[in-house]
């Protein structure tokens, strides 16, 4: 009789087990794969990793996800991006490939570049990252034959109607946000994470989560420098240019939370290897937002505050001093603090977080969008019915599982 071995003995590799045991399970994982159109199958290194249903859902919710944020980056960069670029200019385009102008609102990109001298670039980039992200997802179904996903039949939110904006329907509206501040608080903590349950976390800026105001300027008068001001900007164009700031970290936020997250339900190493190299940059740009939002200024405007964020006092409760406040609130403390993660037991550990279904999933990721107000229709005083479909997709991603 044949000497019978362990399956990871000579000639047998953890690849070629997880090769072979999918081709002779594929009659038996059959209602799991994706059926009709074969899909190309050139992995590197000789991966023969099937795509499954649940890898195109990932990548259809994904491809999706990053239309929507290009639509709102598009409307951030035609108002706030940068005019003069140097010597290694970033074309922008809409998405329908209309040309756009940036930085039409001189207002808006004096008050960003008192976050950052550099906001303007910043944003510029981060409009082209995400053009490129849903396009190039876009382009890698189309080439596996799945189809691409085009949301722009639910473009009818009004953009600003300041000059030298394209006056097309857009997918997002800037202009009615309830930014939810605690990834601010979140990052920042020894003792909580999100996937232990739901902590409560405080809000960096309470007031951009009490009620809704806009990231961008809405008309002239929020667009343009006032002579009287000396090439000052008010203190209500500030608040809008802050406001933006804040915003910036929380959509960016939740891509680094939602790209690890889906990426442990992918079964092909080639897609997987996608979410892999999109996430981080996702991440990227959240560290830079995360950066430059405590360069906020102290500041009034009607019903909203911008508290100061040195440390010294929890804008949430003026009684509250400490290193716990400190910990929470110090501008500067903008890389992931040491928390808990899988089990307590473990000790704690820097990471992303969110990374469950539950708290950074793509239901996770739409639901926080809708609590935004991005897809706030003003005239129905109503969510648009992107928010039906996007539900639809992050269901299908979320529902996706790894097959062995």
């Not at 000059?163 to 608080?185: E, F, I, M, S, Y």
């Not at 999100?194 to 009620?211: C, M, Q, T």
């Not at 300027?217 to 809008?240: E, F, M, W, Y």
């Not at 040195?310 to 992931?336: E, H, K, R, W």
């Amino acid at each position: 009789m044949k000497k019978q071995g362990n399956m990871f003995t000579k000639g047998s590799t953890r690849r070629s087990f997880l090769k072979n045991g999918t081709v002779a399970g594929a009659a038996t994982m059959g209602a799991g794969l994706l059926s009709g159109k074969a899909f190309a199958l050139d992995r590197e290194d000789g991966d023969r990793a099937p795509i499954t249903k649940g890898d195109i859902a990932i990548l259809t919710f994904l491809s999706a996800l990053e239309q929507v944020e290009a639509d709102l980056w598009i409307q951030y960069a035609e108002l706030g991006g940068a005019t003069n670029q140097g010597l290694s200019p970033i074309e922008v385009q809409h998405l329908k490939g209309q040309p756009i102008t940036q930085g039409n609102a001189p207002a808006y990109v004096a008050a960003l570049r008192v976050l950052d001298g550099d906001m303007p670039q910043y944003i510029s980039d981060n409009t082209d990252d995400e053009i490129s992200h849903h396009r190039f997802l876009n382009n890698y179904l189309k080439s596996k034959g799945a189809n691409p996903i085009d949301l722009s039949g639910f473009a009818v939110l009004a953009p600003s109607s300041v000059a030298g904006v394209l006056q097309v329907p857009r997918l997002t509206n800037l202009q009615h946000l309830k930014v939810d501040t605690t990834w601010w608080t979140r990052y920042r903590s020894a003792k909580l994470n999100p996937d232990f349950g739901n902590p409560k976390f405080e809000n960096a800026v309470p007031d951009l989560a009490r009620n809704p105001h806009t990231a961008i300027p809405l008309n002239r008068d929020d667009a343009n420098l006032d002579p009287k001001l000396n090439g000052n900007v008010s203190t209500h164009q500030q608040a809008i240019a802050s406001t933006a700031g804040f915003h910036f970290g929380f959509i960016e936020q939740g891509g680094s939370s939602l790209y690890p997250t889906l990426a442990q339900k992918v079964n092909n190493l080639e897609v997987l290897r996608v979410l892999l190299s999109i996430g981080p940059s996702e991440t990227m740009h959240f560290q830079v937002w995360h950066d430059k939002a405590g360069n906020a200024p102290q500041l009034t405007d009607g019903d909203l505050s911008f508290p100061v964020l040195d440390g010294s006092n929890d804008p949430n409760d003026p009684n509250a001093s400490g290193t716990d406040v400190a910990d929470s609130f110090q501008a500067n403390l903008i890389m992931p603090e040491p928390t808990f993660f899988l089990n307590a037991d473990l000790g704690p550990v820097s990471i992303i977080r969110p990374t469950s279904t539950a708290q950074g999933g793509a239901v996770a990721a739409v639901q926080s969008f809708v609590d935004d107000g991005l897809f706030f229709d003003p005239s129905t005083n109503s969510n648009t019915p992107i928010v039906a479909k996007l539900m639809s997709l992050a269901e299908e991603a979320d529902e996706a599982r790894r097959r062995f």
